[in-house]
């Protein structure tokens, strides 16, 4: 079953991770490791091109690992997924933590139906698992302030990816639960950079998230074989 870009089957498998996507030893491990350097790479750009303190949108927040890291940095952060166990978890977390972040059990198909724009957008390693990538941009596109910016972040098609992201995460280290991805849906940057094109985007910057095993976390680089970053902006 879809809903606009939602697989529902995906919806079902990150909502079974919900209580455990705030143990930084748990399923959500990588993303816990990554949420620093890449929250920090989107704040500067952000700040620069949109000021300090505007308004940021998380699609595919998930229980707001990246929602919660733009609020500390000072963005007045709204947070949705369409999975509603991960947005609980993401509400009480964001209460305990006395941060003040709007959670939305909702999808960019349905917010572009209530004509709201935000001058930040973000939606990170979400486009991978969406039922049409270029459908998904045109909603953020729609969703875009004039002058707004789009933060994404996914995974490249590269053998790299497959042993490192599939094999390795999900079936040697164990690191991701079996079937959190789907290489066939990693998508190169050239690819990225087409389908935003088609929907009325241009990619303006990249860089990569490279894992350190000696330093067992991940910085930015400029290697984009595996996790990449990307920003963009409406043509």
């Known amino acids: 079953m879809q809903n ?17 996507w705030w143990d930084p030893n748990g399923p959500m491990r990588p993303l816990h490791q990554m949420n620093g350097p890449r929250a920090a790479w989107i704040a500067e750009r952000a700040r620069r091109l949109a000021g300090a303190g505007a308004r940021l949108l998380d699609v595919g927040c998930g229980a707001g690992l990246l929602s ?22 993401a509400r009480a977390h964001a209460a305990e933590a006395g941060l003040g972040i709007e959670y939305q059990n909702t999808t960019a198909e349905a917010l572009v139906t209530e004509g709201v724009r935000f001058p930040v957008i973000t939606a990170l390693e979400i486009i991978e698992h969406v039922a049409d990538p270029v459908e998904f941009l045109r909603a953020l596109r729609a ?12 995974l490249n098609r590269t053998p790299a990816s497959f042993a490192v992201a599939k094999l390795g995460a999900e079936y040697v280290l164990k690191l991701l639960p079996k079937g959190t991805h789907d290489w066939g849906k990693f998508i190169k940057p050239e690819e990225l950079a087409r389908h935003a ?3 009325g985007l ?31 902006v409406a043509v």
């Open 4 to 20: 606009g870009s939602v697989v529902e089957a995906e919806i079902a498998h990150f909502n079974a991770l919900a209580a455990e």
């Open 143 to 154: 969703l875009l302030a004039p002058q707004g910016v789009l933060f994404l972040s996914t």
């Open 197 to 199: 094109r088609a929907a």
């Open 68 to 89: 919660e890291a733009m609020a500390k940095e000072g963005f007045a952060v709204t947070g949705v997924d369409a999975g509603a166990e991960v947005v609980a978890v």
């Open 202 to 232: 241009r990619l303006t910057d990249t860089a990569g998230l490279s894992y350190s095993p000696l330093a067992r976390g991940f910085s930015v680089s400029r290697d984009l074989s595996i996790n990449y970053l990307a920003m963009a």
